[in-house]
């Protein structure tokens, strides 16, 4: 595969990795849109702000989140 193509496919990828708006990111994780804003804006949450009011985090990062909260509930039972 050439250079150019792979660079491509990693764009790509990162491209549909990347989840942006607070209603998108509390389907992900199950939270309503003002939980999730309370979440990033608090640093609970992987993501951030771009500009005002648009706010993004990744496919990625939210799971593994999910997974540590998971692995902390299991291991404090």
């Not at 990795?17 to 608090?42: A, C, F, S, T």
């Amino acid at each position: 595969m050439e250079p150019v193509a792979e660079t491509l496919l990693s764009d790509t990828a990162f491209c549909e990795d990347i989840v942006w708006g607070l209603e998108n990111i509390g389907k992900i994780i199950g939270q309503k849109p003002h939980q999730v804003h309370y979440m990033l804006r608090n640093g609970q949450l992987p993501g951030g702000q771009l500009g005002k009011n648009k706010w993004y985090s990744s496919r990625r990062a939210l799971k593994q989140f999910m997974l540590d909260k998971a692995a902390k509930r299991v291991s404090a039972a």
